[in-house]
């Protein structure tokens, strides 16, 4: 019988802090890694004022003058990072009703030529001017160092979790320099101002963990359960939910659960929804299915235990059987944003869109 869920575990992170009560935190994190693929983690260690720091900026970012928008669109950089208009994306056949800005963490390329080309994908953001949003590069810089150490203790603890040692997942990871994690600030608008109620559609993340900060008190954040239904996610001040990967899925051989979501629009008469995601990667040249991780039997029949699952509408992300991980990223950007590609990787843009540019970018 499938180990269904009808909500989002919370975990209190300051069970970690003694020894007579981690072996719950990590009771219940093997439950959410195995069975949900979701989890809220309460009590994180950033601190109330630095999340209400960066929320204080997110209303004034989108309020930037279309001009200064449009001067760090992320058509300018080849690292796929800026601004995204509203509804330049597309999943399954819809437009999804966001704008949003792509940032990363610090991060100095070295690609040369005849190197990989997805060695390109990373590399320095956008800002929009000092004197526009003063103070919002630094509180955003600090806000992603704190996310950035989280991810590698968290992943710390989902080895613990899955039996492994605290190291056992430090393979996936290049050294710290050589590495870099992207995140998003996303705005909703309401259905007073967009025509489809489809915020963002279904679809799986990909790299290992990502961060999600509700930045507002708006419903709307769904996920899928072992028998397809929808379940809400509603937001949680001053936490993170946390969600699986399509890598981590596949670096643990489908022990931890990636999980089918989407973003539903907010109503008429409401207010814009925002959100920060951070997504974890993994080194670049990675090919995970040559990095076989081997997991106790006894974990490994908790998989089993949890039963099949139902389809889901969520099929993105599912070449990490076979490429390198950094290759697999590049795809997905490749895909949603065409105009990007189309200036920057011209080769890969004829490969996936031999029509020539799309009214949208899709990833599936």
């Not at 509804?87 to 390329?109: I, S, Y």
């Not at 030529?113 to 949003?133: F, I």
């Not at 899928?224 to 239904?229: A, C, E, F, L, R």
């Amino acid at each position: 019988m499938a180990a269904n869920f009808a909500s989002i575990p919370i975990l209190n992170y300051s069970l970690l802090s003694s020894p007579s009560t981690r072996p719950t935190f990590l009771a219940q994190l093997q439950h959410a890694l195995i069975n949900v693929g979701f989890l809220y983690l309460a009590h994180p260690p950033v601190q109330p004022a630095e999340f209400d720091r960066l929320v204080a900026y997110i209303p004034q970012l989108f309020a930037l003058p279309p001009a200064q928008k449009d001067a760090i669109h992320m058509a300018n950089s080849e690292h796929f990072l800026g601004y995204s208009r509203l509804g330049a994306e597309m999943t399954k056949g819809a437009v999804d009703q966001r704008e949003q800005f792509d940032f990363a963490t610090p991060h100095e390329n070295t690609w040369a030529e005849g190197s990989p080309e997805y060695l390109r994908l990373w590399g320095p953001s956008q800002w929009p001017p000092e004197d526009a949003l003063p103070g919002f590069k630094e509180t955003l810089l600090a806000y992603l160092a704190k996310v950035e150490k989280l991810s590698y203790e968290f992943i710390g603890l989902v080895a613990e979790a899955l039996s492994l040692p605290p190291d056992g997942l430090n393979q996936f990871y290049d050294a710290p320099h050589l590495m870099q994690h992207r995140a998003k600030i996303v705005k909703y608008p309401t259905l007073d101002d967009v025509s489809s109620d489809q915020g963002v559609g279904p679809h799986y993340d990909a790299g290992f963990l990502t961060f999600l900060l509700q930045a507002s008190d708006h419903p709307g954040l769904q996920v899928q359960n072992i028998s397809g239904q929808w379940i809400d996610v509603p937001p949680i001040p001053h936490t993170f939910v946390i969600n699986i990967g399509k890598a981590l899925e596949a670096a643990t051989q489908g022990l931890a659960r990636a999980t089918s979501h989407r973003v539903l629009t907010p109503a008429k008469g409401s207010t814009p929804r925002y959100s920060v995601p951070f997504f974890q990667n993994i080194g670049q040249n990675l090919r995970l299915a040559e990095s076989v991780v081997q997991f106790p039997p006894e974990i490994l029949k908790l998989k089993e235990q949890r039963g099949e699952l139902a389809a889901t509408d969520s099929v993105n992300f599912s070449e990490y059987d076979r490429l390198p991980s950094g290759l697999v990223a590049l795809i997905g950007r490749v895909k949603s944003h065409p105009d990007v590609a189309e200036r920057h990787y011209p080769d890969l843009f004829k490969q996936f869109f031999p029509q020539g540019l799309p009214a949208h970018g899709t990833a599936y």
